[in-house]
């Protein structure tokens, strides 16, 4: 069992250092502007414009499932407009960068790991690098920036719709008018409430992109490794999520 | 394809990123443009204020906290954002105090003599008056959280002297609390007896309250109807009659004033007549005193008043000698 426990140690790091090493290696094709400029915008129509419905799907349910939980939460003692402040603050902290950042796992995530993986698999990575091109210049570096510009942008629609069906679900389905929401949701807002949404959001791009690529392409095998690297992709995304989130949360949110 | 996709990322990130600025300076009521005012005040301590609360005049909004730091001296340094149109009062003071129960805070603007009558506010607002120059001094008002603690601490207070009561009512307590009640009971009974016999008194006074009511009642019904009379009375005619018998009267007390003139000045004159009466009759008598003069000499000469009963006597004495014998004394002849 020790040896076991030392041997999965052992691969963890041996996994730890080579994402390092794949994480410099990237960083080093960024003067390579010629090859990843080219594909920075099919990339952030891609993993960005085309992931927005279902992040304003999830979004638009998300707020109004808040401004219902709020409601169900206050009691009498507490006025009904904190169903703004409630569904404001949850928004912009926490279930909008969270919630949209899990979607994005899944979609981009194991989009790029799949993609990535069958291009390894295929020997089209290594065709790449024949031809002279940096995969990391020409596949990774363009949808880890496209993945970190990006998600900000998304998660502010999200915001945006998950405060606007917020609104209509306590303007139309709870006894709250709109100058009572809006106080509400301007009650405790600070500025930084959004900054701190997108820096998440940014963050959970780089690394959701970032681990798919480098999943995708330490491809090891036929489908069955794409399909592992895909699955590991999803699930390492979902971990880094909730630990970057709690990583935000103690670095800049702590009094 | 490659144009297009541009173009459309282009437009989402721009939507992306006005949706974020637009919505941000939307929510910290940012006025962009406007002719805003940022003031300074300074205290001790700020509660849980935070940048975004509302500043109010009055009770209305003008404001936001636009920055809470922590200055020189142990001061926090408050940045007040306010709209440039108010006018504010001459000598501003900046009131933080807790808005509601949930943490909602806010900042109360106040001219110096309408501070709170509370020492501990004045005693913060004078020291942050101090050398404070443009900065407003401020004071922070006790927050729910303090006042609950201090319930708090009453309600132990409270905890520990029913503790004490119930420690000090043991078995004997109560046998001695029985009997108090016994006694009360007793008591009871005595003031009420003396309850009832004085409600009897009381209700005689009453009944000749009721009687002098009564009496008062026609008193004063028979004062009004004088008082009608007085007042029918006093009508115009008659009035007239009077003032005219008053006329009538005045001459004949003019006449008569004139006959008692007249009068006085007879009695004057038979005053001096009579003065000079008495003088005479004063000095006769001053004469007769002294001896002098028939009456003189006969008031203080004892002999004549002897001689003069002598001769009385002898009068008499031949006045019934006369009845006896009056032959003796009277011849009676017809022819």
């Known amino acids: 069992m020790l040896a076991a426990l030392g041997r999965r140690s052992v691969g963890i790091t041996e996994l730890f250092g080579h994402l390092g ?10 003067p390579d502007v010629r090859t990843w400029g080219r594909q920075i915008f099919p990339m952030m129509r891609r993993i960005g414009v085309d992931s927005l419905p279902i992040a304003l799907f999830i979004a638009a349910f998300t707020g109004i499932v808040l401004a219902l939980l709020a409601s169900y939460t206050v009691t009498a003692a507490v006025p009904l407009y904190f169903v703004g402040a409630l569904v404001g603050k949850t928004t912009m902290l926490e279930l909008g960068p969270v919630l949209t950042g899990l979607a994005l796992a899944g979609r981009v995530g194991a989009n ?3 993609e990535l993986g069958s291009m390894r698999v295929t020997e089209q990575v290594d065709a790449l690098e024949t031809l002279a091109y940096d995969p990391h210049a020409y596949l990774v570096l363009p949808r880890v920036m496209a993945g ?3 998600f900000p942008i998304i998660v502010a629609f999200a915001m945006a719709t998950a ?4 609104w209509v679900a306590a303007t139309t389905l709870l006894p709250i008018t709109t100058a009572e929401f809006l ?9 930084f409430d959004v900054t701190f949404g997108l820096i998440k959001s940014a963050s959970f791009g780089f690394v959701i992109t970032m681990i798919g690529c480098f999943l995708g392409l330490n491809t090891r095998g036929g489908a069955e490794g794409v399909g592992d690297a895909t699955t590991r992709t999803v699930v390492y995304s979902a971990e880094m999520i909730l630990v970057l989130d709690a990583y935000w949360a103690i670095t800049l949110l702590r009094p | 394809m490659k144009r297009a996709d541009e173009v459309l990322v282009g437009v989402v990130v721009l939507i992306g990123i006005a949706l974020a600025v637009v919505g941000s300076i939307w929510l910290s009521q940012v006025r962009l443009g406007a002719s805003d005012i940022r003031h300074e005040a300074r205290f001790r301590s700020v509660g849980l204020l935070q940048v975004g609360n509302p500043v109010l005049l009055r009770g209305v909004k003008i404001g936001r906290v636009e920055s809470v730091t922590l200055g020189r001296n142990d001061w926090v340094m408050v940045g007040l954002r306010l709209k440039g149109t108010q006018k504010l009062p001459e000598r501003t003071v900046a009131i933080i105090f807790s808005a509601t129960l949930f943490g909602d805070w806010a900042v109360q603007l106040l001219d110096r003599h309408d501070l709170p009558n509370d020492p501990d506010v004045r005693r913060q607002v004078q020291e942050a008056a101090l050398n404070a120059g443009a900065v407003w001094p401020g004071a922070a008002l006790p927050d729910v959280g303090q006042l609950t603690q201090q319930a708090g601490r009453i309600a132990g207070d409270l905890a ?3 503790g004490r009561v119930q420690e000090a009512f043991d078995s004997s307590s109560a046998e001695k609390l029985r009997g108090a009640f016994t006694d009360i009971s007793r008591l009871s009974k005595v003031l009420a007896n003396m309850a009832s016999q ?3 008194v009381l209700t005689r006074i009453g009944g000749n309250l009721d009687t002098g009511t009564a009496s008062l009642a026609r008193f004063a019904t028979a004062m009004e109807r004088t008082a009608h009379r007085a007042d029918s009375a006093t009508d115009k005619a008659q009035i007239q009659h009077i003032l005219s018998s008053a006329d009538t009267v005045g001459v004949a007390l003019r006449a008569t004033a004139t006959d008692l003139r007249s009068l006085v000045g007879a009695a004057r004159s038979q005053q001096e007549s009579f003065v000079r009466i008495v003088a005479r009759f004063d000095s006769v008598m001053g004469r007769v005193n002294a001896g002098e003069g028939t009456l003189g000499r006969l008031s203080r000469d004892t002999t004549l008043y002897t001689e003069a009963v002598a001769t009385v006597r002898q009068m008499r004495l031949l006045l019934a000698d006369v009845q006896a014998n009056p032959r003796r004394y009277f011849q009676f002849s017809v022819f």
């Open chain 1, 21 to 30: 090493h794949f994480v410099a290696d990237t960083l080093r094709a960024v």
């Open chain 1, 112 to 114: 790029i790991a799949a």
């Open chain 1, 148 to 150: 970190t510009l990006m």
């Open chain 1, 163 to 166: 405060i606007f069906m917020g």
């Open chain 1, 183 to 191: 106080r509400g949701l301007r009650l405790f807002y600070v500025p």
């Open chain 2, 160 to 162: 520990t002297i029913a």
């Open chain 2, 198 to 200: 004085q409600q009897q």
